[in-house]
């Protein structure tokens, strides 16, 4: 079992439209939690990290729940330039290897 | 541009020949990381480095590959006797101690 899962997609959506993607991990040793985007052949950006108290950055939202070892992106009022993967990272310890899931393909459309 | 740069961004090779990849990370940054990304996956850790000292290598990473970073500064990645599962995007982060890892725009193998 892979330790982070991500569930492929792809997912197709209408601009405006709001979208969620789940991930699970599965060392609940896991100390730090991120969602990177990646764009067709371009490297991995981080887009945001992921709390426990859950954090918003404008039309993004992350949660994070250790019990359930489960991290969720929504994203809201997509937008055309969205369109991309969207990576769920976590390590073990602040500055070690990142550990990512395979990805979940967004597509936002007209 | 300060960002982590790859040398070279594509390389073709033949079947049992050697490359070397270069990265050059932010300057400062004492943390440099390797990463191998195949299609379709995300990209799976391979080795990192604290200023010239190699802390911790994966399974992944064969008897074919070195990685050195002999002055703290630029890394190498050399891979001998390629094969065709060698080809993917290697990938080279780097970051400040603990923070976050910054990702170079990469470097394409295929092995032919």
């Known amino acids: 079992r892979k330790e982070v899962e991500q569930d492929p997609g792809p997912f197709n959506v209408p601009e405006g439209a709001t979208v969620a993607f789940n991930c699970t991990y599965s060392?609940?040793?896991?100390?730090?939690f991120f969602w990177y985007r990646q764009d067709c052949r371009k490297e991995p950006k981080l887009l945001m990290s992921v709390y426990s108290s859950g954090n918003e950055d404008g039309r993004f939202t992350a949660q994070l729940n250790r019990a359930s070892q489960y991290i969720s992106l929504l994203i809201r009022d997509s937008k055309l330039s969205d369109s991309a993967t969207y990576l769920c990272v976590v390590n073990r310890n602040s500055g070690y290897a990142l550990n990512f899931g395979k990805g979940t393909s967004l597509l936002v459309t007209p | 541009d300060t960002g982590v740069s790859q040398d070279p961004r594509h390389k073709i090779t033949k079947r049992g020949q050697n490359v070397t990849f270069r990265c050059d990370p932010i300057s400062e940054h004492n943390r440099l990381y390797w990463y191998r990304q195949t299609l379709g996956q995300g990209p799976e850790f391979l080795t990192y480095?604290?200023?010239?000292?190699?802390?911790?290598k994966s399974r992944l990473l064969s008897d074919r590959f070195s990685a050195e970073r002999p002055k703290g500064s630029f890394s190498t990645l050399e891979i001998q006797r390629t094969e065709q599962g060698d080809s993917a995007m290697y990938l080279c982060?780097?970051?400040?101690?603990?923070?976050?890892?910054?990702f170079g725009p990469g470097t394409r193998l295929t092995v032919t």
């Open positions: 480095f604290q200023n010239e000292a190699q802390l911790e």
């Open positions: 060392n609940s040793a896991s100390q730090s």
């Open positions: 982060a780097s970051s400040l101690s603990s923070s976050k890892q910054y």
